[in-house]
């Protein structure tokens, strides 16, 4: 009898063959791996060594070598906010599935409570819900499909009970999930699985008495996050990891990049509307003041050049002052700083 996964596969491989006959090793995962890895240097920015090891786990995963009775690859994602965690997963998943958004995301911040581990592995028996075996999940984008696979990122996970985090072990031990209500099993064998977190970042992340052991010594930032960490997850939740990725504070420098892709990615937006953007020295000095903050990372910067320059910009597309030029296709606007605030003009091409 030919089993269906197995028809699949063959089909995958001569297809593969055939388009590829140079090719000596072939994937069923159809993303391009250089092309995934060059685009996780360009967009995770100041995270040198978490870009690395994502890129090694695309080659893992683009091989198809990786333990089949497993998740594909799971890793905890730690430091604080606005570094590019949740930006790590979405791109990911734009690289994996073509779509930043194809992901499933699971708040960990409902999940604050014991009695609400019945929203991860199902009401049991007797329970509201328990014959509809009700989750969190969304099926489709935890299974993917034969040639992509799915992502999950499990939010803020430190907020979850200590009930929830131990359901989750099966998962990333098994790749299995089975609602207790319906019997139904979840399969996470073709998922990546993220969990971020916050422990470390903040003076009043004190829970199972860390706190005190961290008054005793001095340590880096990375080394504050791993020592909260350490006294938060017991050992079988770290053992079933496969990568602990620690993320660096941003520097300014840091923040001028992530400001550079904030431009273009608002200059890609405007040219459906034919218009063009271009900004002072001294309104992107202005922005990187007011924007460049260690507490809240690339968040600031972001939300600076909305309120700065994208609330005004948009009023002054929409006061019928714009002309489109006789001999261009675009319309040129430029904007220039005046007393604190970013003024705009339309430029002569």
């Given at each position: ?31 391009d791996l250089q092309a995934g890895c060059d685009h ?95 989750s969190l999940f969304d099926e489709t984008l935890i ?207």
């Amino acid at each position: 009898m030919v089993f269906i996964n197995d028809l699949l596969e063959e089909n995958q491989r001569q297809r593969s063959e055939s388009s590829h006959a140079a090719t000596a090793y072939s994937s069923r995962f159809r993303f391009d791996l250089q092309a995934g890895c060059d685009h996780l240097r360009r967009h995770l920015i100041g995270q040198d060594q978490v870009c690395q090891t994502l890129c090694d786990a695309l080659a893992v995963i683009k091989a198809d070598i990786a333990d089949s009775e497993r998740p594909l690859w799971s890793a905890l994602l730690a430091g604080p906010t606005g570094v590019g965690k949740t930006s790590s997963v979405k791109l990911m998943a734009e690289v994996l599935t073509g779509s930043a958004d194809a992901y499933c995301r699971v708040d960990m911040n409902t999940l604050s409570q014991s009695h609400y581990a019945a929203a991860i592995s199902g009401a049991p028996p007797g329970y509201v819900g328990s014959k509809e075996g009700v989750s969190l999940f969304d099926e489709t984008l935890i299974k993917g499909d034969f040639s992509t696979p799915g992502i999950v990122l499990f939010d803020e996970i430190e907020k979850a009970s200590d009930e929830v985090i131990w359901a989750l072990l099966n998962v990333l031990e098994e790749g299995k999930l089975t609602l207790t209500g319906s019997g139904k099993t979840l399969d996470f064998r073709n998922s990546l699985i993220f969990f971020t977190t916050n422990l470390g970042s903040r003076s009043q992340d004190c829970k199972k008495g860390w706190r005190e052991r961290l008054r005793l010594q001095k340590l880096t930032a990375e080394n504050t996050v791993k020592a909260a960490l350490d006294a938060f997850f017991a050992p079988e939740f770290f053992n079933r990891l496969d990568a602990v990725l620690v993320y660096e504070q941003l520097s300014l420098k840091s923040a001028e990049d992530i400001f550079s892709l904030a431009l273009s990615a608002l200059n890609h937006r405007l040219r459906k509307k034919s218009v063009t953007l271009t900004l002072s020295t001294e309104v992107v000095n202005e922005i990187l003041r007011r924007g460049f903050d260690q507490r809240y990372g690339a968040r600031a910067v972001r939300r600076v050049l909305r309120d700065c320059v994208e609330t005004p910009l948009a009023k002054f597309l929409l006061t019928g002052s714009v002309s489109k030029p006789e001999h261009s296709a675009f319309i040129s606007i430029h904007g220039e700083l005046h007393a604190g605030a970013v003024v705009f003009s339309q430029r002569s091409t």
